[in-house]
């Protein structure tokens, strides 16, 4: 018996409108109503997650910024970890000679030192927009508590930058492509696995007690803790060899945990009203 659902959000549970599909609500509502727990697992701040469910009307579990930031859905913080000053300052130094768009994240902040109209349709995808902070390197430590350096730029140039940071800050930190031109940097031993593992350990949930959905590589972490796995079919085909299963929906995916429940059938037919 599926005890708790874990699921990401971009590209998962959200769609670039920053919406979610009725199906899926009416499947984690019908969920929710069999007793089964939800937690959101994502990249993005714990405000805009709490914005996401609201509009999902839920109370969840929260693992925000691929684990920094741990929350109960009593709002218990199990975990919090920010970049000591001195790590931040040398890894903002060094992405800042890229030729890519650098954001710093505290916890419920996105800051950037100028915005552009490169920046505009970034801002478009988050839920608070972006904080200009001109001196930012004089910032971090003082006003700004980084638990996250994201580096945004084509594809090719992630893959060159992650290798980088990992040569030069791999003992101090862990990196993340989360989608599509986007590189996380984060304190060493956040991740998404790390964090749920700790929500499970909380909860007294076996591994064979959760299921958890995502599409990105910063979900493989957690894929890897339960036989119930869940790529979405869009995913890089090497996040979907990480899952047990490749679904369509976070919806398809509940249908086949709660398959051989007795409510089944009364599920089906409250996903197709």
Known sequence: ???????????????????????????????????????????????????????????AH??????????????????????????????????????????VCDENTYFIEETNEHTNEIEKRLFYGLYECPNMLDAIGKTIHPSKITV???????????????????????TFISESRCLD???????KGNAVLALMEHLRVQPH??????????????FRLTPYSFAMSHAHPAVKKEAQYVVHSVSEGIQMILANAPSAKMMQQKLAD
Not at 185 to 191: C, E, L, R
Not at 209 to 222: S, T
């Open 185 to 191: 940097i984060m304190p060493k031993n956040i991740s």
């Open 209 to 222: 007690e959760i299921a958890c959905f995502g599409d990105a590589f910063n979900d493989i972490p957690m």
């Open 1 to 59: 018996m599926i005890k708790l659902i874990v699921s990401d959000l971009d590209g998962t549970l959200l769609g670039f409108d920053k919406r979610v599909k009725n199906e899926d609500k009416r499947a984690i509502q019908f969920a929710a109503e069999q007793g089964i727990d939800l937690a959101i697992a994502s990249g993005r701040m714990d405000n805009e997650i709490l914005d996401v469910l609201k509009e999902l009307q839920q109370k």
């Open 152 to 174: 945004l730029a084509e594809n090719e140039q992630i893959v060159e930058f992650e290798r980088t940071i990992a040569n030069q800050f791999g003992n101090h930190v862990d």
């Open 62 to 103: 929260r693992v925000s910024q691929n684990g920094a930031f741990i929350y109960t859905k009593t709002n218990l913080r199990l975990h919090a970890l920010t970049f000591s000053p001195q790590l931040a300052r040398r890894i903002y130094q060094q992405v800042k000679e890229w030729k890519a768009i650098v954001l």
